[in-house]
């Protein structure tokens, strides 16, 4: 096996200055001052390690921990502070589609511009002009200044020659999202095709499935500086497990704050018509623990405390919860009518919900919960409206996941003769699409 | 550096393509496109000797309006190579923070195509030498040996004034005033002859562009052939201003997909 690339205890630091001398009036003025404030940003900080011949590494990480600037890094748009950065062989960079296309120009002579500017020669450039220009599925509007093109035309374009210039190292920051579902199948399978070829790929993407399926290694980043590096299923293991511990302390912060929003009757995401008041709502896992982060399949239990005033306090009355996703759609509601809960001596209840093998997938979520009277339900008593969070994370990360979205459904596969398909076979009759 | 000569050969087609892509936009979106290029000149030569020859009684120089133009074609080079020069970095910044390929292509490119165009401006030079009874001489042959020093002369201050405009955007307003009196003290409407002697020898130590049009002026106005230490004291002056231009450049390149 070759490396093709090497980062050798590769650091970068970007300097801001504040009050940038731009100009040099600037510098007069301020010749015997000091210079500004400066503030500096260790971007990477003694980075090493190496990618081999036709691998595959994915780079993970939160936003600002220095993926990009890795990505930068190896296609030599910036250089690095200290260290040494080796590559070996031609890199075609998917960092930003379609940089250096000439609006006034034709598609042709952008495609060739294109090529040109990533370093390969007019002959090449002739010999798969064709391959570009059906990927791009753009023949009629070829010789169309692409001033004219829509934008899904102009990164179809931009994608289609970033990826038939057949170089030996791709690149690729988070660009898949080009037009329409078909299109991204189509990048998608012509990646997998380069993975074939022996060549090799840098992979930085937020989506860690995307990851897992397609790197034959990762690297997690923090902070400039390479927390986990190996295999795939370990680092994203490793990742997701700070990614919740954040995400729970976030959610309990959150839970507190919105306690306190209740103590202090505060009107933010809640309204009070009067008659029964929530108290408090909790999330808890299946012993009554709090918790706020789950896995698909766990039992999840809410619990709404409630302080009810004396004239309501002897009639029934309605509980609901629902669950939204993070876009706040809501997924599911659960109503619970007619009840005679109030014990009356304290005018204070529980109610206690239980979701049973919980079918969210990975994400996260907010809950919502509700007192309503029973009769003519207009207005509830009173709501805490996506006040409440926690988030799911998915079944066993080294289950390969063969379902994406928001709930899990129990399915099977079948062949034509109706007996179930394994998983293996699934998975090859799902590729064969 | 030989790596960096490979790498600038691996390119070469980018160059090409470049400046084409500059040539083909200039000329596309306007109505009579290419002869605006060849017109310009010739306007400007219209209008000195107008006020030189008719306005202004001027006998002392012959072919006045042949004189001007053999000045003013390589001015006009050089100019439009500054004046492109200047923005080719900071124009060209969302390229160069995607991108990576030697920046020097980007303000060398600009100077290769305003070469082509004085090449092909050169046509209607000929033409008009012929139209005043001067005669093609052997001497011509050191046309492209001028033509290609003055091109190593344009590209040093080409990177210099790219690279300098990237920290100090003041360059872009400087450079416009500094152009203009650099006109003024090139002899492109006036013969440098006519200067007092110390002013002249002034001006050739100072002033690269007033040995150019001297020698152009003596190749294809008197076809005579010019000095050869006079011309390799050019060469060298050149040379020094590339060497020097080309250093800054690349000691600013590193900084600029962050600073831009």
């Not at chain 1, 296609?75 to 200290?82: C, D, K, L």
């Not at chain 1, 034709?106 to 990533?118: A, H, K, Q, T, W």
């Not at chain 1, 009639?315 to 919860?321: A, D, E, G, K, R």
Request: charged content about 20%.
């Amino acid at each position: 096996m070759t490396e093709v690339i090497r980062l050798e205890d590769v650091s970068k630091r970007f300097v801001i200055v504040h009050e940038k001398n731009r100009s040099f009036q600037d510098v007069v003025v301020n010749l015997f001052k000091s210079n500004g404030s400066r503030e500096e940003f260790w971007a990477l900080k003694n980075t090493s390690f190496s990618v081999q011949r036709g691998e595959t590494l994915g780079i993970i990480g939160y936003n600002g921990s220095g993926k990009s600037t890795i990505l930068k890094l190896i296609s030599r748009i910036i250089e690095p502070t200290s260290g040494k950065v080796t590559v070996n062989g031609s890199v075609s960079p998917l960092l930003e589609l379609g940089a250096g296309f000439h609006p006034e120009l034709s598609g042709r002579d952008n495609v060739f511009l294109n090529g040109s500017l990533l370093g390969f020669s007019r002959r090449k450039m002739e010999r798969i002009f064709d391959e570009v220009v059906a990927f791009s599925e753009l023949e009629q509007f070829i010789d169309v200044p692409i001033k004219h093109y829509s934008s899904g035309m102009y990164m179809r374009l931009a994608f289609a020659v970033a990826i038939n210039v057949d170089p030996d190292i791709l690149l690729i920051d988070e660009v898949l999202a080009v037009g329409d579902e078909a299109f991204q199948e189509k990048c998608f399978q012509k990646i997998v095709g380069f993975q074939k070829l022996g060549k090799t790929i840098v992979l930085v993407s937020h989506s860690l499935g995307k990851i897992e399926s397609m790197c034959d290694r990762a690297i997690w980043i923090d902070h400039g500086q390479i927390r986990s590096m190996g295999d795939c299923q370990k680092v994203v293991h490793d990742y997701l497990g700070q990614v919740y511990a954040i995400e729970d302390a976030r959610a309990k912060s959150e839970h507190q704050t919105a306690e306190q929003k209740v103590d202090a009757g505060e009107p933010a995401s809640r309204w009070v018509t009067g008659g029964v008041r929530i108290g408090s709502v909790e999330i808890l896992g299946a012993e009554r623990e709090g918790k706020h982060v789950f896995q698909t399949g766990d039992n999840m239990v809410v619990r709404l405390r409630y302080v009810a005033d004396d004239e309501v306090a002897t009639l029934p009355i309605s509980f609901s919860v629902s669950i939204c996703d993070h876009l706040g759609n809501v997924i599911h509601r659960a109503l619970c009518l007619h009840q005679q809960l109030v014990q009356a001596p304290s005018r204070q209840g529980v109610v206690q919900l239980e979701y049973v093998d919980l079918p969210l997938l990975e994400g996260s979520y907010s809950l919502s919960a509700a007192v309503w009277p029973t009769d003519a339900a207009n207005s509830p008593f009173d709501a805490h409206s996506e006040m409440h969070r926690f988030s799911v994370r998915g079944a066993d990360s080294n289950v390969r996941r063969m379902e994406s979205g928001v709930v899990s459904l129990q399915h099977r596969w079948l062949d034509g003769e109706g007996t179930e398909l394994g998983p293996d076979e699934a998975i090859a009759l799902k590729a064969a699409e | 550096m030989l790596t960096r000569l490979t790498e600038l050969f691996k390119y070469r087609e980018l160059v090409r393509n470049l400046v084409i892509r500059d040539l083909k936009v200039r000329y596309k979106s306007s109505f009579l496109g290419f002869v605006w290029s060849l017109l310009n000149p010739l306007l400007m030569m219209l209008v000195f000797t107008v006020v030189f020859t008719v306005m202004m009684p001027n006998k002392s120089i012959e072919k006045f309006p042949v004189f001007l133009l053999t000045a003013i074609l390589p001015w006009n080079w050089c100019a439009a190579s500054i004046n492109g020069g200047i923005g080719s970095i900071v124009g060209n910044a969302n390229l160069i923070k995607k991108v990576y390929f030697p920046r020097e292509i980007l303000p060398a490119s600009v100077v290769l195509s305003n070469m082509v165009n004085y090449l092909l401006a050169l046509i209607v030079l000929f033409a008009m030498l012929l139209a005043f009874g001067v005669e093609i001489q052997p001497m011509f042959a050191f046309l492209p040996i001028l033509i290609f020093i003055q091109m190593i002369f344009l590209l040093g201050l080409a990177f210099f004034v790219s690279a300098l405009n990237v920290s100090f955007r003041d360059t872009e307003v400087i450079t416009e005033v500094g152009i203009m009196a650099w006109f003024f003290l090139t002899p492109v409407f006036y013969d440098i002859h006519d200067l007092f002697p110390q002013y002249e020898r002034l001006m050739y130590i100072l002033n690269p562009m007033a040995s150019f049009i001297s020698t152009y002026r003596l190749v294809l106005l008197q076809g005579a052939g010019p000095e050869p230490y006079f011309l390799l004291r050019t060469l060298a002056t050149s040379l020094i201003v590339f060497a020097l231009g080309y250093a800054f450049f690349i000691r600013q390149s590193r900084l600029f997909g962050e600073e831009l």
